[in-house]
């Protein structure tokens, strides 16, 4: 796939992405689909694949080193847990990734918004 030319105001709006979705998740936990996502598809006009798989590549990057240094240091770190929910992770974004590239595109973004929808609701109404 060719990639476009990036120009200065493309650049702009993919900082400020990546700096939105790396304060939301240094302070809540959240960034990858939640913020990256929505941003890629509404800000840069991707489909809801192109937009699943470049914030998949920010992933495979340790962009949260500094945050998890901080949270480690002040004892929130469970070290075990994380190693494996991070290696069922791989596992689970190869199936996942397979699934999704065989979705149409817009039967894939109905599935992400009833997704994000329901997980908002439970966390907004129950304990």
Request: charged share 10%.
């Amino acid at each position: 796939m060719k990639q476009k030319q990036l120009t200065m105001t493309t650049i702009v709006i993919l900082l400020c992405i990546g700096l939105m979705a790396g304060t939301l998740s240094g302070m809540v936990g959240i960034g990858g689909g939640i913020i990256i996502v929505p941003a890629l598809i509404y800000f840069m006009g991707m489909s809801q694949h192109q937009a699943q798989g470049t914030s998949l590549a920010v992933l495979l990057l340790p962009v949260g080193i500094l945050a998890v240094y901080y949270y480690y240091n002040a004892g929130h770190v469970e070290v075990k847990p994380s190693l494996i929910i991070a290696l069922s992770f791989v596992i689970g974004g190869f199936l996942g990734s397979k699934i999704a590239i065989s979705f149409d595109q817009n039967v894939l973004k109905k599935v992400f918004a009833i997704f994000l929808l329901l997980l908002s609701l439970k966390m907004l109404f129950w304990k």
